[in-house]
């Protein structure tokens, strides 16, 4: 319908955000996709003789105000301004996707109408107010929206620009994320970093070990540079020691520590498997021996180095937390889920305060590059709105 | 003259369409399934409304709390004797040292309800309990434990109790959804969503997550940068696109389900900020479930909101208190319980004290207990393992008579040995305050008749006095 479905005859299984029919669907029974969930997914514990049908104000909202559907509109939007140019046949081109049929002329004046209303709506508003904004994902075991990366050139950046607040001598630095795969060689696959990579500037980054790393493959690693104790630059790459599930979900931190008269610089790591009850929350200390903190004039970026940066992580990032100080385990994101006293950034990517805004304060907001970025001018909102309500719409729900 | 014909565009349709064969068989099953909320007759007549069950996840230890064992303390650091029978448990502590209680225990209200020094708020309303010290349930381990107390079955799959109640009786509101759970902390509750999963029932029965804050039902609010204007301009010619089709299949009940379901999102979107707006309550109701104070302040908002929900016509709010087996205590139990009982204790006593001084307790059954009890015997020096065999869970109001204590365990508190109230029982129990026959309400599935509690369980007529 969007021109998103990929062809695939057999394999292995799909995750439910991909664009994959339902059949390849891995199903997670304690985690169920929750658009297939509201609309009767079976639950896979034994046969169904039929699928139930229900009507739920969930599935309305769901349709109404998800990311997901949102971004299917505008999908639908984006593919037929491709296939035509003027509006009335872009309109009909839609049409004819969703219900297999040309709209009746009354029915395409009610459609130009509502196109227009929606159009000099969103001119009217104030747009200074908008942030830019991405589409979003759900991690799974997590409530409310993510973000996804994938390893495509064009694929989403998203970066804090520098600012003072953001140089913290120690610090701990919080995500939840599931990744999707891991490199084959020793590259790290970056969940947050301040650095641009070069092991003559310095800078650090949080992120998991590829395959090939000769130290610890598949691994939570901080990897950082800065001033040694012989007055030297140089490298410190930490590791966490803690394996890392592909499609998993979890929550880790890194907490920085600076060496002291009574103890010698660490980091400590927290990783939890969310989708295992069974499993304790692992931590484990491990000593580091840089003994400033690591300056620069970067920018915070999530998923990936600096903005320029061609790789990217893969797999999904939820709730990104860096507080200036390291927290121990009674204090991280996993135990509770708040702004700490001492919190800098705590960028949750929810619709409040917004998908790119920082929940601590109204500054150090993220700016987005890349495909996933949503920048429409109006009229292109104006057809993407046209193109969801169609997919709401019950000669599409009951017909196809 | 302009001929129009409407011509079914795709084969179904034009089953539908076609004379009464299809389209009739399929109709009966829409009707069935549009009404499938509406208000329904209970059985009998019920003694309770509605259910607030609290939910304390991990399993907290009765022996500590409700069912006090003097020769639990005499007998410590002595091996179990071995006239107690032997049982699994998850750690396999059964051969371990038994573990003393350090707890100080008065006996409370007219009835003389034993109730340790931890909870010295809910023992104010000893008067309103009937603490039954003999339940007992199958799953040694957390996943099963909290399926059985959900579903009456240790194997997941089967709907949970506020699903068959939802089925039972339907939705005795309009705006907000039937059968609501909410939980004192982000941390997922063991097994996940399926706990208030409706099983092989239609999700309309399923449990609908509330969360406090800005969203309470995932998805209520407007996307982010939308006008109000943008978002009900959209929603207008929705509505528009659906009445056209709608007039053009008439016999297709569902259509007209889905208009209202969308309508019933939008009153939602309404209503649900409102009855989760704890600002309208009075400074004396909110110190009273020590919304002020940061200990209480998490499930205080809990019971205070579940309140104000059954005001508001919802029938079954489950709470989780401890969410993600925080009441777990393997090790450390005296540390780990004093904080969980501060964190729980006022709330829910000012949970009783609010509903009954509004006249509601009557009509409400509070439900409090976790998914199993723990050990006599130590684990790791200073915890307990997982004790299903005999463990305790109390009611209040909703019908049952308060200051009693029902059922008894050995003299141990391993095994439940009078009075024995399996699961299957509880459930019984709660369905038959509700109104709800357990042997009469069935569900079709695969051509057989379901029923809640799996064609076993009784009511316990004591809890009625």
Redesign the interface.
Known sequence: MTGGLKDYDGGAGQLADSPYRTIYTRVM????D?LL????LP?F?????TR???????????M????LM?GYGRKLAAQVRTEASDLPLQVELAWRRVF??KPTSP?LT?AMA?IE??RS??VA?DSAA?ND?VETAKLP?R?GQGIKFDMSPSSLRMSVPDDPSLECREFTVECFFELRSIAKTGAVRTLVSKWDGSLKNIGWRFGVTGAGSRRKPQTLVMQMVGMKADGVVGEAAIFSDQHIQLNTPYFASASFRLPHVDHPGSVTFHLKD?SN??EQLLSATVPHDIVEGMKNSLPLTFGGFTADDPQSFDGLIDDVRLTGTPLNADAIL?TV?SVHPASIGYWQF???P??MRNSVADRLNIHGRGMQVINLSPAEAALA??C???L????F???N | MNHRIDIPPTRREFMLRSGSGFGALALAGMIHNSDALADQQPHHKPTAKRVIFLFMEGGPSHLDLFDPKPLLNQLAGQRIPESFGTVITAMGEMKSPLLECKRKWAQHGTGGLWISDWLPHIAECADDLAVIRSCVAEGINHSAGVCQMNTCSILSGRPSLGSWVTYGLGSDNQNLPAFVVMQDNNAQVVNGPRNWGAGFMPAVHQGIRLSEGNQPIPYLNTPEGYTQNRQLSKLDFVNQLNARYAKQHPEQTELEARIASYELAFRMQSDAPEAIDLSQESAETLELYGVNDKDTASYGRLCLLSRRLAERGVRFIQLYHGAGSKWDSHTKLDVNHSNLCRSMDKPVAALLKDLKRRGMLDETLVVWGGEFGRTPMSEKGDGRDHNPSGFTMWMAGGGVKGGQAIGETDELGLHATVDRLHIHDLHASILHLMGIDNMALTYSHKGRPERPTINEGKFCKKLTG
Not at chain 1, 392 to 395: A, C, G, I, Q, W
Request: overall charge negative; charged content about 25%; hydrophobic content about 25%.
């Open positions: 029974r304690n985690s169920p929750q969930n509201s609309f009767d639950q514990f034994s046969s169904n003789s139930n049908t229900t009507t739920t104000p969930v599935q309305s909202l769901l109404l105000n998800s990311d949102l297999g049929r029915e009610e509502f209303r929606q709506e969103i508003w908008w904004s075991y409530d969310l009850d069974d996993h889920e929810e619709r409040v917004g998908v709105d046209f969801h309500a169609l709401n719409s019950n000669e729900l009951y017909q």
